[in-house]
């Protein structure tokens, strides 16, 4: 049965009912609250019913900073899609994104001055329980064995700085652009077994953007670790977001205007493409409210809701 366990300011505590019992835990970081799994499952076995409630504190991400944050790119046959891509085609990559981008479940989302085209992703996050080595190969059987928990995650995108400089580490590692939480969702192998079920959502202003579920991921959990343990080792609290489903903000643009695009220069293209962004709505503005979740309610796993307010930097 799987477990929420929220972080604030003052530390640890599993979440039942929307109720907080505290965890009776040293642990500082993701990697030790995931070592100190004995005091996760006592706090589990006797809630505090009078404990604090969820929506009255301040959670911050579970998963803590400094740590690696790998990302998966175009990976949901949906997305792939939307991309321009073939999804049968499409080669397994990956991205970093600085882990100063991590931020908690609620606030902001800050968009910087320079970026024009803010874009959004649901993207649910693996976090690492046990250390995948260099030269690793993970079976579909032992992701167990390397995956502790499941976040929800936002693989927030300035679509501007990524398509004009292909520079996806900057345009996906501003602060604030990787919000995480609120629980880290502790699973076990059944229920990862089960991950296809899981569906995520995103909406913004309550127009839902994305719904789908994991099973239109293409490279699944065991497949990607063993793609990364090629050439990146991950420790405990560690964090590989999954991909995101079609629905995002940004969308290849129709066959022919590619191909005549393809005949222009580059600056020429480019001023072309964003000046036909600049009527897409879509795109993030101060004030829009993002809502995300992922959850597998008949199986009773709700990793839980993210909501976030754009602002202009100051």
Known sequence: MSTNVARTSDGWWVEAD??????ETDAVTTAE???DR?????????????????????????????ARVVAQMVNYRSHATDSGFDPDTVP????RKASGSVTGPRGEIVRPDHVGFLDYEVELGLVIGRRLDVGTRVEADEVAEYVAALVVTDDVSARDVQLTRTQFYESKSYPTFTPVGPYLTLVDAH??????RLRLTLSVNGDVRQDSTVADMMVTPDRALTLLARFQALDPGDLLLTGTPGGTALKAPHPLVEKIGALLPPAV????????????????QPGDVVATTISDLERGIDLGQQQ??????P
């Open 18 to 23: 929307g109720r907080l019992t505290r965890v």
């Open 33 to 35: 609250l995931l070592a």
């Open 38 to 66: 004995a005091a996760v499952d006592k706090a589990a076995a006797s809630p505090d019913l009078d404990g604090p409630i969820v929506e009255d504190v301040e959670l911050l991400s579970p998963v803590t900073t400094p």
């Open 92 to 95: 397994p990559a990956f991205f």
């Open 191 to 196: 229920e990862l077994a089960g991950l296809d």
């Open 269 to 284: 293209k480019w001023k072309a493409f964003f000046k036909r962004q600049a009527s897409n709505p879509k795109y993030l």
């Open 308 to 313: 976030h307010t754009v602002v202009a930097a």
